[in-house]
Structure formats: C-alpha cells, structure tokens
C-alpha cells in the first residue's frame, strides 16, 4: 500500500543538471512514487541568482536562501547539485544534522572530505549517495559499494572525464593539434569557459580518489593521487602512438599492490593499443574496467557526463535513499577497515614511450642505449627515425619504476648528442 504522505525533497543547483532534476521529477512524478511506494515532493530549489528563467522549473519553489530550506525540519532529502567546497559543505552538515539524507554529484568535496562527511551521515543515521559524482549516467559506484561488495577488487582503469576523451580522439582523428581540438569541444559546450579543472586532470583525480577509496576499502583523497593533465600532449606524440599501433587516452588508474600492502591511484596521458576496448571509446563517452578475484573483469561503458545522464544517476540515488526512509533504514556507509596508504609515485612501475632528438652520428644509440641500462630501465624496442638535423630516436622501455626513468631522462639531458627530450609517455593496457 503506497503511503500518501510524500517524502519532502529540497533541490541545491538549479543549472545544466539540476534543471534536468526538476524537469524529471515534475514530469515522472507518478511513475517515481510508485518505484519509491509514497510521493515525493519538490519543496524547494536554492540558486545563486533569482530572476532567471528556468523553462520547465517551478518559480514559485525558487529560493536563494538555501541554508533555510535545509534547515526547514520537514525535508526528507536534499540533492546537492551545486559542486564546490564551500558552501556545499556546510549545508550538506546542516542536512544532516535535521535528519535528511544527502544525494550529492560533488566529486570535488567528496574527494577531500567525503569520510568526514561519511562520518556526519551516520552519525545522523541518514544517507549519503553518490553515484553522480563519477562517470555520469554509468551506474559504477553503487556495483563497487554493493554488488562487489563480497569481493576483492584489484584494479580500476578507465577513461572518467569526457571533454579530455573528446579532445584527444579529435586530435587523433583528425589530426588536429590540442588547441583546435579544445576549440571545437568548447563550441560544443563539451568544454567549460575554463576548461582548467578538465584539462589539467583536476575533475579525473577527484574521481579516481573517490573510486579508489570505495574499490580497496581505504581513505583516499584527491591530494592521494598523481596528477598530469593533456595540456602537453602534441600532434606528434599522436603520430607517434599511431605508429605503434596505440591511441592516447587521459586514464585514471587506481590499483592494490600486488602484496596488498598499499594503494596507487594516479590519472595522466598514456599511450594503450588500438586492440584494448578503451581504445574504441570515442567522443565524450567514459568507460571504466573494474579487475576483482572473483568476478574478473567488467566494464562499465556509456555517457559521463551532460544534463540528463547526471540527472539519471541523481534520481536512481533519490529512488534508494527514499525506498531507505520509509523501510526506517539507511544504505551502506564508508568502508575503510583496510587503512591501507597510498604509494608515491616515484614507486609505481609501468612502461613508458621516450621521444628524443638527437645527433646523427654514429655511437649515439649506444650511449643512449647506455643511460638506459645504468639505471635500470630495461629497453623494449628502439626506432630510429630521421636524417642529419632532423634525428630522433623513440624508446619504449620494459616496466620501471617513475624514479627510475625520472633519472634516466635527467642523464639524457646532459649527453652532448642528445638536444632534447621531446617527449615522455606512459604506456598502458598491455
């Protein structure tokens, strides 16, 4: 029997995702009452700014005293949808201290103090829920806290931020250097105004902290995780990842150690073959590969952004946390008994792709060859490429560690026949 009292939810953010929010339960509400079994109320929205029109948005439920509406004492939700540290914080903590629960899309608080804010929902006993802070519409947090929730995950690779993947399979289509490619992504509306916080790996890491942290049951911060944007990735590093037969993809990679005894999550440029699935996923699309003992390897593939997928993952949280109100229960919390710590980077072992400009004479590669070797870093293959002012050499290593190639290319830039580094890339995905 559905309860007719409806469950009161207040709206934070009225943009490009909380308008889709709204739309949705206005236009879906009978179909969402009887997943939830009671109606659910919009009781208000907070913004910024009054005064904007809002096509398909309540203005009588506009408000821009938002710590009001939180505080009201009737509010059985609030979705949080603004981003941001501050104020997001601070009205998260007072939802929870009137006894609503929170469906949140803030990666960026999340990744700094999503354990202290774990920490305020329990204490509560009210809910936290997420799953719009990382991939989009792709249902991936709920599977790492629920339905693997029995296994153990190993690794987390994937492509997490969708205006980076549509830049860099621009440039690799079309051959388009970075700047060109930016340009098209941002007359798409892919791109913000300032595109920094996409570009430069702010909003990946943020995410690979918050995956990282729930996939090995430990706390991980966004300041936990190595960072390189695609700001220096050139037409030529493209080109040269052609000639391998790999394309290059922002990645966000999170894995356990092999003796279990710490944690990597990094995000950076790297170069994977053509034949890996990430290699195919093109435009703004995410995709994200989770490794667990048992269950092996699943993909999770779709859009990651946008108004209406967020909105997608925003309302299957408000469906949870509602059907968890009316049971007089709440959802699975934080789970860190693991405490593992995270590892440097200087300590994570991968592969990489050195492009060097050299001298064309003879004795060169040798001593190239030679750096190599003397710390360590094992060669895979060599190529050779160019005449006389135009020489270059492109190595790709065995596995080392980010020390060790770190001292290698500082060794290089000191030979006499070397004239520069042009280029240093990971390789993944093999």
């Known amino acids: 029997m559905m309860r007719t009292r409806p469950l009161k939810v207040a709206l934070l953010g009225c943009g490009v995702v909380g308008s889709e929010v709204a739309r949705i339960m206005t236009t879906d509400a009978a179909d969402l009452a009887a997943r939830i079994g009671a109606p659910v109320e919009l009781a208000g929205i907070a913004v910024r700014r009054a005064g904007r029109v809002r096509p398909g948005v309540p203005e009588h439920l506009i408000t821009t005293d938002a710590e009001a509406l939180v505080s009201r004492g009737d509010i059985d939700v609030v979705i949080e949808v603004v981003g941001g540290i501050e104020p997001s914080k601070h009205l998260i903590l007072s939802a929870f201290r009137g006894g ?48 693997l929730a029995g296994d153990k995950v190993n690794r987390v690779l994937g492509i997490v931020n969708g205006t980076t ?3 860099l ?24 105004a300032d595109p920094t916080a996409d570009v430069e790996g702010f909003d990946a890491a943020a995410k690979a902290a918050i995956l990282a942290g729930i996939a090995f049951h430990t706390k991980v911060t966004a300041a936990d995780v190595y960072r390189e944007g695609l700001t220096e990735v050139t037409a030529a590093d493209i080109a040269s990842a052609k000639q391998m037969g790999c394309v290059v993809k922002l990645l966000a990679i999170c894995e356990r150690a092999a003796d279990g005894a710490s944690v990597t999550a990094r995000v950076h440029p790297a170069m994977i073959p053509l034949s890996h699935p990430l290699a195919s996923v093109r435009e703004a699309y995410n995709a994200v590969f989770v490794e667990a003992e048992a269950a092996g390897r699943l993909m999770f593939y779709g859009p990651g952004a946008g108004g209406a997928p967020t909105a997608s993952a925003v309302l299957g949280d408000l469906v949870a946390v509602c059907r968890n109100k009316l049971a007089g229960s709440t959802g699975p919390g934080d789970s860190v008994y693991t405490r593992l ?22 004795g060169v590669l040798a001593q190239v060859a030679s750096t190599f070797a003397e710390h360590g870093v094992s060669i895979d293959t060599v190529r050779q490429q160019g005449r006389d002012g135009d020489a270059s050499l492109v190595v790709v290593t065995h596995r080392a560690t980010d020390a060790a190639l770190s001292a290698t290319v500082d060794k290089l830039r000191a030979l006499d026949s070397v004239r520069d580094v042009a280029s240093i890339m990971r390789v993944e995905g093999e």
């Open 100 to 147: 609503a629960s929170v469906v949140s899309a803030n990666k960026a608080l999340l990744a700094k103090d999503g354990t202290e804010l774990h920490a305020a929902a329990a204490e509560a006993g009210v809910d936290l829920y997420y799953e719009a802070a990382v991939a989009g519409a792709i249902p991936l947090i709920r599977p790492l806290r629920e339905s």
């Open 165 to 167: 993947n549509f830049i």
């Open 169 to 192: 399979d621009k440039m690799d289509s079309t051959g388009a250097g970075y700047s060109e490619a930016l340009e098209e992504a941002t007359a798409l509306g892919y791109a913000e």
């Open 341 to 362: 710590p995270a590892k440097p980077m200087d300590e994570v072992v991968t592969r990489y792709h050195v492009s060097l400009d050299v001298d064309d004479r003879a």
